[in-house]
């Protein structure tokens, strides 16, 4: 089945600098990758996603690169500011028929005022 | 409009105790899942649901039984709790598209 793993495990930026946030998937035939933001105390919610025929794609501060030859995607945070800080989380689904999103381990990202 | 309804939002258990969490949603999506989130090791999928009458076992479905008898409801059961089981608790659900995932607020359970 589908494996996702999420690197770093903490990042702690200054307020104003970008932040980055990766993962890879296993399953080749994986073709939509969101990625969740979660504040202390609530659910996960959706901030971007990306389908595997895309290579980019951008939302104002937040942008998310894939690659399907290497298998991994990226978060990346521009111009980071406070309320930015929260728990991200990256997911790869694979069809419909199955529907199993699968999730990576989580990056507690810390913007420094 | 509520969205995903979890309750309750905080319980204790006694090892070997059974209970239910509730999920609920009332945005007629079809698709609904269960995720248990740990430290360090992210959201795992516990079961899930792709329509009334159908569920799957996802990562970790050891200990824990689903049923969808209608659209809105997806109750998780705890047959007989142990301390491994102890965590947070998601339900989310989908619309067709299986796209983005709406979260409920969580169940923290304490299994001593």
């Known amino acids: 089945g589908e494996n996702v793993e999420q690197h770093p495990s903490t990042l702690s930026v200054q307020e104003g600098d970008s932040a980055v946030i990766k993962c890879t998937y296993s399953d080749s035939a994986s073709n939509y990758f969101p990625w969740y933001k979660q504040e202390l105390g609530k659910g996960p919610q959706l901030i971007i996603d990306?389908?595997?025929?895309?290579g980019e794609k951008k939302d104002q501060r937040i942008a998310v690169t894939l690659n399907k030859t290497a298998k991994h995607f990226s978060l990346h945070i521009t111009e980071t500011q406070p309320e930015d800080s929260a728990v991200y989380f990256c997911?790869?689904?694979?069809?419909?028929?199955?529907?199993?999103?699968?999730f990576g381990s989580g990056t507690r990202l810390l913007v420094r005022p | 409009n509520a969205g995903v309804t979890q309750t309750p939002k905080f319980q204790v258990l006694k090892t070997g105790q059974s209970m239910t969490l509730q999920c609920a949603q009332d945005?007629?999506?079809?698709?609904m899942s269960w995720y248990r989130q740990d430290p360090g090791m992210g959201l795992r999928l516990i079961h899930y649901?792709?329509?009334?009458?159908?569920?799957d076992q996802g990562e970790v479905p050891n200990g824990y039984n689903v049923s969808r008898s209608t659209t809105e409801d997806f109750p998780l059961r705890l047959l007989s709790a142990a301390p491994s089981q102890t965590s947070v608790y998601f339900c989310?659900?989908?619309?067709?598209?299986?796209?983005?995932?709406?979260f409920g607020q969580g169940t923290r359970l304490t299994v001593v």
């Open positions: 989310a659900s989908s619309d067709h598209t299986a796209t983005e995932a709406f």
């Open positions: 997911a790869a689904f694979r069809d419909v028929s199955s529907y199993k999103l699968i």
């Open positions: 945005m007629n999506h079809e698709y």
């Open positions: 990306i389908r595997s025929n895309v």
């Open positions: 649901s792709v329509g009334a009458g159908i569920t």
